[in-house]
C-alpha cells in the first residue's frame, strides 16, 4: 500500500515569493492534516480536512497561508508571500478518521529554506 | 496549548535498554502516541496508549500513568538503527488534536 505522498521533497525560494506543496493521501483516509515542523521540534498542526472541508484552521496564518483538497483527496498548501521564518519542514498526515485509536500516517515532508 | 515534557538527547551502547521518559499536563486526557522519526524523514508510529499500564510490542514497550501525567518509551536491544528522534504526542481531549513533545534524539553506539 503506498504511503502518504509529497511533493516537492525540498523547496529553496526568496522571500517574498510564492509557494506552494502538494500532499496525496492514503487511498480511503478522510482525515488530512497540514504540519509544520521546526528544526529541533515536535510537529505543530496548522489544518485539518475531513474530506473536503476544513474543520479546523485555527492554527493557519491566514493572512498569507491557504490551503485547499479538492474533491476530498489531494490536498495543496501555499504561501504569499513567504517570510524568512517559513523556514521549515511542511508535513502532511491522513488518517482513516480523527476518532479513537486511528494513527496518523505521516508523508516525508517538504524542506522550505527561505532565503 | 499542551505541557509535554521530554529529555532532549539520550546516548546509549548497542544491545543495551533506554527508557525515554514523557510527562505531560493537558486538559482531560485521551490517548498518548509514540513516534519514531529518523532525520529528514516522516515520524511513524510506535505505540498508542489510553489506558495505565504497560503495552509491550517486540524490543518496544510504552507505559502510561494517567494519574501521573507520566509516560515513557523503552526500548530494548538497542540497535544501530535505532538512532533517531522519539517524539511523544498526547490527545488532550476526545478531539483528533495531537500535541506533540520536541522529541529526544537517541544516539545509539557501537
Known amino acids: 500500500e503506498a504511503g502518504v505522498v509529497q511533493s516537492p521533497r525540498y523547496k529553496i525560494i526568496e522571500k517574498k515569493q510564492p509557494v506552494a506543496f502538494w500532499c496525496n493521501p492514503i487511498?480511503?483516509?478522510?482525515?488530512l492534516y497540514w504540519y509544520r515542523q521546526n528544526l529541533g521540534q515536535g510537529p505543530e498542526l496548522l489544518i485539518r480536512?475531513?474530506?473536503?472541508?476544513?474543520?479546523?484552521d485555527s492554527q493557519l496564518p491566514k493572512d498569507r497561508f491557504s490551503a485547499e483538497r479538492l474533491k476530498g483527496v489531494d490536498s495543496t498548501l501555499k504561501i504569499q508571500p513567504a517570510e524568512l521564518g517559513d523556514s521549515a519542514v511542511y508535513l502532511c498526515a491522513s488518517s482513516l478518521s480523527w476518532r479513537g485509536d486511528n494513527e496518523q500516517f505521516f508523508g516525508p515532508g517538504t524542506r522550505l529554506t527561505v532565503l | 496549548g499542551q505541557n509535554i515534557d521530554q529529555p532532549t538527547e539520550m546516548t546509549a551502547t548497542e544491545g543495551a535498554i533506554v527508557q525515554i521518559n514523557c510527562t505531560y499536563q493537558t486538559s482531560g486526557f485521551n490517548g498518548l502516541f509514540w513516534y519514531q522519526q529518523h532525520a529528514g524523514e516522516a515520524p511513524t508510529f510506535l505505540s498508542y496508549?489510553?489506558?495505565?499500564g504497560l503495552e509491550e510490542k517486540g524490543r518496544f514497550s510504552s507505559f502510561l500513568s494517567r494519574s501521573k501525567g507520566y509516560s515513557y518509551l523503552l526500548l530494548k536491544e538497542l540497535q544501530m538503527k535505532d538512532s533517531a528522534s522519539y517524539l511523544c504526542a498526547v490527545r488532550p481531549r476526545i478531539d483528533y488534536k495531537l500535541s506533540f513533545g520536541a522529541g529526544t534524539t537517541v544516539t545509539v553506539r557501537a
Open positions: 487511498s480511503g483516509h478522510n482525515t
Open positions: 496508549n489510553v489506558l495505565d
Open positions: 480536512y475531513e474530506n473536503e472541508e476544513a474543520v479546523d
